[in-house]
């Protein structure tokens, strides 16, 4: 933000700006708080400050209707063709309510090449009084001549004490250690780590990790309680790619740990949350590596199945029985 504020002092900001990065470490958030501070009408904001959030422009941010400040996400598999045409029709007026107008775009890497194409057109000779913020994953996704039309802008995961600190601002009943565990599984990106606090993906993914280390592998009890496991990933469905993920971390370290001989596994997705009853690394120490190789095989599978779009409920129920031990497949002799 410190780089764009010394834009706006200089006089020098680019016409557009591309924000990358990984999902959920503040693209949008800083595309916004930058859109914020150019339509705010504080005279502070204007000399590089930040939005004064008071001021009749910085309440019409807040409350999602600002006339200058449009938003375009994607639809379906990815932004249309349409709506970039309608953007360009509506940048071919002046702004409503000042002098300057912002359009964001989100996730413009699932742009198709027409609308890409389209787009380049707007960033080749962009209408005065406009200003055009992007946000993508990464930019492999875009056409070359897009990206060199903007400022590029790299944005990294956070440290995960100061990505911790973020998610206790936005939801200070949670515990340090809570905050501290959310960050470590989104590895250190706040925004995602705040998509898996509403949708209680920490308690499900700590279930997930106890229900393999319970005693008596394949034991009714625990045939069960991964059945109902099961369930619970078909309701969080939209999730169960990084749910997946994090497991497949989780046992990589584990057997990375293993085959190099130490002791202390650690890394991101090995989080105890305070109180937990679950002793994590001793019960893993009876895990061998083809035991731990079968189980990565598995979530593999699993990962693939859902990609065919092959039934979710059948695809984890299956999963979750693999990675209990009750099918063959994870036997160290299969």
């Known amino acids: 933000m410190h780089l764009l504020a010394r834009a706006r002092v200089s006089g020098r900001m680019a016409h557009a700006y591309l924000f990358t990065g990984p999902d959920g470490v503040g693209k949008v958030s800083l595309a916004r708080e930058l859109a914020m501070a150019l339509l705010c009408r504080h005279a502070e904001a204007k000399a590089g400050a930040a939005a004064c959030g008071l001021c009749p422009s910085c309440m019409q941010m807040q409350s999602g209707n600002h006339p200058d400040f449009m938003v375009l996400e994607p639809e379906g598999q990815g932004i249309k063709i349409d709506a970039i045409r309608q953007m360009k029709q509506a940048l071919g007026f002046p702004p409503l309510a000042g002098t300057q107008r912002v359009v964001l775009l989100k996730e413009v890497h699932t742009m198709r090449r027409e609308a890409a194409n389209s787009l380049l057109k707007i960033l080749e000779e962009p209408p005065p009084g406009n200003l055009l913020l992007l946000t993508a994953d990464d930019d492999q996704g875009l056409l070359a001549t897009i990206r060199s039309r903007c400022q590029h802008i790299i944005l990294h995961a956070l440290p995960l004490a100061l990505a911790a600190e973020v998610i206790k601002r936005h939801k200070p009943e949670l515990s340090e250690a809570d905050c501290l565990a959310l960050a470590e599984l989104s590895g250190g990106c706040p925004g995602q780590a705040l998509r898996m606090e509403e949708e209680t993906i920490l308690p499900l993914y700590e279930d997930l990790v106890c229900v393999q280390e319970t005693r008596g592998q394949g034991s009714a009890a625990q045939?069960?309680?991964?059945?109902?496991?099961?369930?619970?990933?078909?309701?969080?469905?939209?999730?169960?790619?990084?749910?997946?993920?994090?497991?497949?971390?989780?046992?990589?370290?584990?057997?990375?740990?293993r085959l190099c001989g130490g002791g202390r596994e650690h890394g991101q997705g090995d989080v105890i949350r305070a109180g937990s009853t679950a002793t994590r690394l001793q019960t893993r120490e009876g895990w061998n590596a083809e035991q731990l190789s079968a189980r990565l095989d598995a979530i593999d599978r699993a990962d693939q199945a859902l990609q065919r779009n092959c039934n979710p409920t059948l695809v984890f129920e299956v999963l979750l029985l693999q990675l209990i031990g009750t099918f063959p497949s994870l036997s160290p002799q299969a």
């Not at 369930?231 to 740990?257: F, P, Y």
């Open 223 to 257: 045939v069960q309680s991964a059945l109902a496991l099961a369930s619970r990933l078909h309701e969080h469905r939209e999730m169960s790619g990084l749910i997946l993920h994090l497991l497949r971390l989780l046992l990589k370290n584990t057997l990375a740990a």
